[in-house]
């Protein structure tokens, strides 16, 4: 249901939190790395309805050279495809409890993105995403467009600004046109360390993330809305995979059949490459 059209929305605007601690070594020292774990973020607004499906992260970051901090415009290293590398790890708790919970979320987010998204949307739309396809598998620029494209907004300790749709997940792209009701959620993210997110020179490079925020709108129903709510939103329903595994092992090769290991069951989503 399209709950955020005119009539049914009285106002909708979006809101930010911000991390329940600051961002850990804003300016590491010589030849050191930020860490990239332990971050959360608290939404306890209960009193308010969120539209879920559209929240977004956004990341504000630069690259320079591990050694002293100096450009690395002469560096052949820049970040790897798309927005969703930052992020490896996620866990969402309401009132302390579980409700999604999955890992190796950059690997399983990139191949469903470049299998989803249309050419036409690769080229616009996504690059607020960082998402610039390579085209070749080296890290030299006449040879790879999208190595190229990446390294010119990350050379010289240029700060780059990027969204992280969070409805690439599955837990939100399950919320399209629907909303939850008011409640309190808790976000525990885990970044890639700067070997996993690095494509090219990875020994003298480093990623520095200066800014980290989520971005909710939020929205004051009419009543027409609320009535619909009530009547259709507040049905008792179950939802299946809020826990996800993602598997990435070596699959058994049986003459032209392909088996997966006995211990993953009710497997959602496969991909052979």
Do not use: C
């Not at 360390?193 to 009419?222: C, H, M, Q």
Request: charged share 25%; aromatic share 14%; net charge positive.
């Amino acid at each position: 249901m399209a709950f955020r059209s005119p009539e049914n929305v009285q106002r909708n605007e979006l809101v930010r939190f911000d991390l329940e601690s600051v961002i850990r070594a804003p300016r590491p020292g010589n030849t050191q790395e930020q860490q990239k774990r332990g971050y959360k973020f608290t939404v306890e607004n209960r009193g308010n309805f969120f539209d879920w499906f559209n929240t977004f992260f956004q990341i504000q970051f630069k690259m320079d050279l591990k050694a002293n901090g100096g450009h690395n415009a002469d560096q052949l290293s820049t970040v790897i495809n798309g927005s969703h590398s930052f992020i490896k790890h996620s866990a969402i708790k309401s009132g302390g409890k579980i409700i999604y919970d999955t890992d190796n979320l950059h690997l399983v987010t990139f191949v469903k993105n470049l299998l989803e998204y249309s050419d036409d949307y690769s080229r616009s739309v996504a690059k607020n995403s960082f998402w610039y396809l390579d085209t070749g598998a080296t890290a030299v620029d006449a040879q790879n467009a999208g190595f190229a494209a990446r390294r010119a907004l990350t050379s010289s300790r240029k700060e780059v600004n990027v969204k992280i749709p969070m409805n690439r997940y599955s837990f939100f792209e399950e919320l399209e046109g629907r909303i939850l009701p008011p409640m309190q959620l808790t976000f525990e993210i885990e970044l890639n360390p700067d070997a996993e997110l690095l494509f090219g020179s990875v020994d003298t490079t480093r990623v520095t993330i200066n800014r980290f925020y989520l971005w909710v709108p939020k929205i004051l129903p009419k009543d027409s809305l609320m009535t619909k709510y009530i009547s259709e939103f507040q049905k008792p329903s179950r939802w299946k995979y809020l826990r996800e595994k993602n598997f990435s092992s070596a699959v058994t090769r049986n003459a032209t059949d392909y088996r997966i290991d006995a211990s993953i069951v009710n497997a959602r989503h496969v991909f052979v490459f």
